[in-house]
């Protein structure tokens, strides 16, 4: 069967994500008989491009990375994602803009519009998650499609899926990890001595910080996940302004130094639990020794350990390979992943 795909926001994921089909386009047709094209490009800031006769993703790549526009791709005049996406007859859409954690915008408008033409959504955006998870569910149903979202946390680890697959009915009590990569790195390069400003610099080269890093070191990145896993996991709507976050800001390398002269180092822990229906979470720094299991999650690991009714700290960490294939290929294989899953499902 032959897809065609819309890839609404073409930064690191979802140029990753275009590497990654190109890279198993044969696997994909031996195993599955899936064959696909890409007919719909939105960029921030690189024009927009529809072709319902298909795309030259090798020239969409070129173009963008060398800093140009992709306009010139497109059949058609196109005026903003949202007519890519009605122009590029797709039959799945990826929605990679960037994270709005303050209303899920505009990613939440895309996967509506996406879902209401009969497209599988597919998504590593938190936004749409915590602010129309349910919503989105519904209207995927309604429509016989899928809205997938399993990158949206911890990348390519399948946090959501483990639940959904092989947890059935098992209720999640409490988690605790770590959820942002920038800020882990961070800190981790901080210990190594190297200034905050440097090591920020490094995660943005490397393309793991987010457009505007003042969402990964402030706090709202790791809160929009924790939101993110507790309404889905958890069945309890969280915003992350009720997670109330603390950034790494205030961790000077005084600090850092105090704290690893006395077996310690600082984490930005995230944390929820579920208590008489009330879910109480929090995204804070703290000190963690050696008997933790986030001690040891140094760098771009990341990992959280879930404790439900009936299995006790069940743990998934997932170590990032930053700078792989040009940009972050885990959050790029959660999307590929989910995409087989939803035409197979
Ligand atoms: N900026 C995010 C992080 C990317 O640092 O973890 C992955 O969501």
Partial sequence: M????????????????????IVKQALLKSAYDITFSFTGIATGGHGLAANPAGIDIQQALELVESGSDLS???????????????????SVMFENSPVNPQNGQPALDHIRAALSLGMHAIT???????????????????????????????????????????????????????LN???????????????????????QSIGVAERDPTNDVD??????????????????PLTP????????????????????????????????????????????????????????????STGVTFRTDVILDYSITLSERPGLQGGPVETAYGLFADFVNAVKA
């Avoid at 010139?72 to 797709?90: G, K």
């Avoid at 590593?124 to 997938?148: C, D, H, T, W």
Wanted: a positive charge; proline letters at 5%.
């Fill in 2 to 21: 032959h897809y065609k795909l819309a890839l609404i926001g073409f930064g690191n994921v979802a140029r990753a994500l275009a590497r990654l089909l």
């Fill in 181 to 203: 990569a920038t800020t882990n790195i961070i800190l981790s390069r901080m210990e190594g001595g190297e200034s905050y400003e440097e090591a920020l610099k490094y995660c």
């Fill in 124 to 178: 590593a955006n938190k936004g749409p998650v915590v602010y129309g998870y349910r919503e989105l569910i519904e209207l995927a149903e309604s429509k016989g499609r899928n809205f997938r979202f399993e990158s949206a946390v911890l990348g390519g680890a399948p946090v959501f899926s483990v639940f959904r697959e092989s947890f059935p009915l098992a209720e999640l009590a409490s988690f605790k990890g770590i």
């Fill in 72 to 90: 010139a791709l497109s059949s058609m005049p196109l005026t903003d994602p949202l007519s890519v996406i009605r122009n590029s007859n797709a």
């Fill in 219 to 236: 706090g709202w990145d790791a809160a929009i996940k924790v939101a993110a896993l507790a309404t889905v996991l958890m069945d309890t």
């Fill in 241 to 300: 302004q009720k997670v109330n976050p603390t950034g790494i800001r205030g961790i000077t390398p005084e600090m850092i130094a105090k704290a690893k002269a006395e077996g310690k180092r600082y984490k930005l822990v995230c944390s929820a639990e579920k208590v008489g229906g009330q879910v109480t979470a929090s995204v804070a720094p703290q000190l963690v020794d050696a008997s933790s299991p986030l001690y040891g999650m140094m760098n771009s």
